[in-house]
């Protein structure tokens, strides 16, 4: 069994900072990748940033800059720090592991980005 715990969501204005946060537990090991993507109303989920193996970290297309995101191994805890938020950005955040070849994902996070 594999639980992702994932929080740190909420209501944002523009131009506001947010970081999410998604602890992984079970059977967990070894993990190949630890990462977020997200789903805006009305759209498709989109890869938002992943971390692979030892560490090097991939974004989705336009992610990186505002976006950055970093692990803890030892918390088996996956980061996502989002900055410059814009109401573009709002969407269910998703934390996503991949272990053994499967994917487990997290229940999601809302993000709104409002004035």
């Known amino acids: 069994q594999v639980q992702l715990v994932e929080s740190g969501g909420g209501l944002v204005q523009p131009g506001g900072s947010l970081r999410l946060s998604c602890a992984a537990s079970?059977?967990?090991?070894?993990?190949?990748?630890m990462g977020w993507y997200r789903q805006p109303p009305g759209y498709e989920r989109e890869l938002v940033g992943v971390?692979?193996?030892?560490?090097?970290?991939r974004y989705g297309d336009s992610m990186q800059g505002r976006f950055t995101i970093s692990g803890d191994n030892a918390k088996n805890t996956v980061y996502l720090q989002m900055n410059s938020l814009k109401p573009e950005d709002t969407a269910v955040y998703f934390c996503?592991?991949?272990?053994?070849?499967?994917?487990?994902w997290g229940q999601g996070t809302q993000v709104t980005v409002s004035s």
């Open positions: 079970g059977t967990i090991y070894p993990i190949y990748s």
């Open positions: 996503k592991i991949r272990v053994r070849g499967h994917d487990y």
């Open positions: 971390i692979i193996g030892g560490g090097s970290a």
